[in-house]
């Protein structure tokens, strides 16, 4: 049974920093793709960052420089670097993975499997 738990979450002022973590466990294929994604209120969850299971990696445009993904190594960890939080970053931010190709469109339906969310909050 796969699992992922996301940790790291929190309140930060605008200009500061956050990291997230994300553990994932039960895959048995070694072919996996991670993402974050977010939703903030009243909004749809977007895609934010993704390392494909080649390694290459995806930014949305909202994040490009401000945030780096990358894994652990041992490929089962997940982190978001956040610098220079915006408000608008506000947001339950997701882990997200799936099993080979995932692209580096960001799309939900890429992705079979889900942690619960964490809140980010950023105040002004």
């Known amino acids: 049974q796969v699992q992922l738990v996301e940790s790291g979450g929190g309140s930060a002022q605008s200009g500061g920093s956050l990291r997230l973590s994300c553990t994932a466990s039960?895959?048995?294929?070694?072919?996996?793709?991670m993402a974050w994604f977010r939703r903030a209120p009243g909004k749809e969850r977007e895609g934010v960052a993704n390392i494909d299971s080649d390694g290459s990696l995806s930014y949305a445009d909202s994040v490009r420089g401000r945030f780096t993904v990358s894994q652990g190594a041992a490929k089962n960890t997940l982190y978001l670097e956040m610098n220079t939080l915006k408000p608008e970053d506000t947001a339950m931010y997701y882990c997200?993975?799936?099993?080979?190709?995932?692209?580096?469109?960001?799309?939900?339906?890429?992705?079979?499997?889900w942690g619960q969310g964490i809140q980010v909050t950023v105040s002004s």
């Open positions: 997200a993975a799936g099993t080979g190709r995932c692209g580096g469109l960001l799309l939900e339906i890429e992705y079979a499997y």
């Open positions: 039960g895959f048995t294929d070694t072919d996996v793709c």
